[in-house]
């Protein structure tokens, strides 16, 4: 649980209610450490109120609430942090991501009556979009879930609820990384690792990682990158000679908070016509961008926004499992430690210095 902004997660009991309608019971088994919520800590996004952290997980229905007609209890799911009602415009139109649901998960209630579930210290609390996985139990609406093959790990299938999804999704879906394609990510933690593979397996010629950590960069050539940076002037200088001058066909931010005062050196690694993704947070205070519009405008640049990667859960969970299964998609590399749910803050030391690619809390 986080009390207050600025402080650390607490690991403490909380009652839990029974599930309602069209609301599931879920024990999960594990839990990605992602930057999204340290976000919520930092101040980077606004805090709302006591919550319960964690949107990364995986675990097994134990209960199911009246009404509930997709999942069934013993069934394995792995969380969708943006849940899908499936007959909203953007739902219909294939855009998921933007489901009408998703206005609600900074709330933290429950998306049907918008209550809570879960409470503590006489408290009622919110839950990280509407989701709460930094627990051994939660309740949710059965549309933030999605069932998985049982006999997939869930120490793994978690990832790709929040960072693979969005990596992957920031590369292949919303930047189209297409054959031949010269790309480079600048951030290569989870989300920027996710996205080095999605540009691989789009068939992208060059991938050049992004990164200050030398450890993320060596990770990121295991994952597919062609060539690695320490920072924006030394990336400049090397897609500048590899591609004799035209850049990068396509751009992806994913680094761990956006800074807007970076832009204009992020947007002159493009080419013409070249599309960048920002996938990573800003600030929620932020508003001055540094940026060149004749650049924009002369070299018919294109800068876009990504949320979830503009991925459709219900369709890219199970098919970016089915990846891993074929050993296309490597989520084994991107789990460089696990924690027990009591060292948590551990985890999240571990991720600000740049050890971890992906830290999981085992939750049993």
Excluded at 174 to 194: F, I, L, Y
Aim: aromatic content about 6%.
């Amino acid at each position: 649980m986080l009390w207050e902004p600025g402080g650390t997660w607490e690991v403490g009991e909380i009652e839990l209610d029974p599930p309602k309608d069209h609301e599931v019971l879920v024990r999960l088994v594990a839990s990605g450490l992602c930057h999204s919520d340290e976000h919520f800590l930092t101040g980077d996004m606004p805090f709302l109120g006591s919550m319960i952290g964690g949107h990364e997980g995986a675990g097994v229905v134990w209960e199911v609430g009246p009404g509930v007609t997709t999942l069934h209890p013993g069934d394995h799911v792995v969380a969708s942090f943006l849940p899908p009602c499936g007959h909203c415009p953007s739902c219909i139109e294939g855009h998921q991501g933007l489901c009408d649901m998703g206005m609600y998960i900074a709330d933290g209630w429950q998306v049907g009556d918008k209550t809570a579930r879960h409470h503590a210290r006489g408290q009622d609390l919110r839950i990280f979009c509407m989701l709460g996985t930094f627990a051994r139990h939660t309740v949710s609406h059965e549309r933030s879930f999605i069932k998985i093959d049982d006999d997939l790990p869930l120490e793994r299938a978690c990832l790709v609820s929040c960072g693979v999804s969005t990596g992957w999704g920031s590369a292949v879906l919303r930047a189209q990384v297409g054959p031949a394609h010269d790309v480079a990510v600048v951030g290569v933690g989870g989300v920027g690792s996710a996205a080095v593979q999605g540009a691989r397996l789009a068939g992208a010629r060059r991938i050049v990682a992004v990164d200050p950590v030398a450890f993320k960069r060596e990770k990121a050539v295991g994952f597919g990158a062609t060539h690695t940076a320490a920072n924006l002037d030394e990336a400049f200088a090397l897609v500048r000679d590899l591609t004799l001058g035209r850049m990068c066909h396509r751009v992806i931010c994913t680094m761990s908070v956006g800074r807007g005062e970076l832009l204009a050196s992020i947007m002159a690694l493009a080419a013409k016509r070249g599309r960048v993704v920002v996938t990573n947070v800003h600030p929620w205070t932020e508003t001055e961008v540094t940026l060149s519009m004749l650049d924009l405008m002369v070299m018919e640049k294109e800068l876009v926004g990504s949320i979830f990667g503009s991925s459709r859960p219900e369709l890219d969970v199970p098919r970016l499992l089915g990846l891993y299964r074929d050993g296309l998609l490597d989520l084994d590399g991107m789990v460089t430690r696990t924690y027990p749910l009591e060292q948590i803050n551990e985890g999240y030391q571990d991720m600000r210095e740049g050890r971890n690619i992906r830290g999981v809390l085992a939750l049993g």
